[in-house]
């Protein structure tokens, strides 16, 4: 073929192929229902109208947000059919194994929870001894500092939560390291989606919510919160990645104010340190003050930590019963 016929074809070429039409994602992206939803949720906890994000009752609807996720996401594999593709049945099964883990980290909330409970009950015993001006005998004084300095060793043995931070931490490795795999493509491109959406969604909103929760029940933890791997293309990713830095600036700014993250637990601590300060010094004036403020902020932790404590347990038997559910769907397929 002479040079001229040959650069007439190869033009030929280039102009044919650059005039076939070629696959363009849709845009806007086409949202799923769960996506429309878990956007607007996320978008709720970033901008909290009666909470603080160190604060219990903030905790409390992050949990509940992720007890949410886990009942929208069983639907959502309810919907897919009674048989899933090959895809979809391995996202289940990885979803079954951060399961695990996550319950691991729910049991070590739990065991803290108690903790907590055990360190206000010995501060109300402290203030109870020391109530009353005119019975403060050094016997009395002595049980008083005993129950003090029990809070003062749970507060070292509870600097960490090693237990939960270890199993979240295996979570967040195991998911960047595997990544999210495609929709599956022989379910209908609708359910594909939305089952991808709710599995990965859902996983990652449980996965902040538990780390949080975890950080804020350490009296001085070292750690920060586990890098949540979420979608990059959908809206909630987005919302989900803003919610996390924004968490993690407040949590790294209390610890470097040498502050326990949880608000109504740094107020327990810092009645335990007043009152340990005041016995020191023997004033009974002073020491009169420090017991009934003691005494009132201990109450108002105990009511306010009461419920993240129900919600903690409310999604460890949510855990259960979605691992319940996913072993059966195996099953059926």
């Not at 903030?58 to 594999?77: C, T």
């Not at 931070?165 to 379910?187: Q, V």
């Not at 327990?268 to 023997?282: E, K, P």
């Not at 949510?318 to 059966?328: C, F, H, K, N, P």
């Amino acid at each position: 073929m002479r040079p001229s016929s040959l650069l007439r074809t190869l033009s030929l070429k280039l102009i044919s192929s650059k005039l076939s039409p070629s696959p363009v994602a849709p845009w806007p992206p086409v949202r799923t229902p769960f996506d429309r939803w878990i956007a607007a949720e996320l978008e709720e906890l970033r901008f909290p109208v009666f909470s603080r994000k160190t604060s219990a009752q903030w905790l409390s609807k992050a949990l509940d947000l992720a007890v949410a996720g886990l009942e929208m996401m069983a639907r959502s594999v309810a919907l897919a059919g009674p048989r899933l593709g090959a895809t979809n049945r391995k996202l289940v099964e990885d979803y079954l194994e951060d399961v695990v883990d996550l319950l691991d980290a729910c049991n070590g909330l739990r065991d803290r929870m108690e903790d907590v409970k055990e360190y206000t009950n010995l501060i109300s015993i402290a203030t109870h001894y020391l109530e009353g001006e005119h019975e403060r005998g050094e016997g009395v004084i002595r049980r008083a500092t005993a129950a003090l300095a029990a809070c003062e060793a749970m507060e070292k043995r509870c600097a960490e939560l090693k237990k939960c931070g270890s199993s979240l931490r295996k979570l967040s490795e195991r998911i960047a390291a595997h990544g999210a795999p495609p929709c599956d493509e022989t379910s209908t491109s609708a359910t594909a989606d939305e089952l991808h959406e709710a599995l990965t969604g859902s996983r990652a909103v449980a996965l902040l919510a538990v780390a949080a929760t975890g950080i804020a029940l350490s009296f001085r933890t070292r750690r920060g919160l586990p890098v949540v791997h979420s979608s990059k293309t959908a809206p909630w990713g987005a919302k989900l990645h803003e919610l996390q830095k924004e968490v993690k600036e407040v949590f790294d700014a209390r610890r470097r104010g040498g502050l326990v993250v949880l608000d109504e637990l740094d107020a327990a601590a810092s009645s335990a340190r007043s009152l340990r300060d005041a016995v020191s010094r023997r004033d009974r004036k002073e020491l009169s003050i420090i017991v009934d403020l003691a005494r009132r902020r201990c109450r108002e932790s105990e009511e306010r930590m009461r419920p993240l404590g129900e919600k903690v347990d409310e999604f460890y038997r949510q855990l259960i019963s979605i691992r319940v559910s996913l072993l059966g769907k195996l099953t059926e397929t």
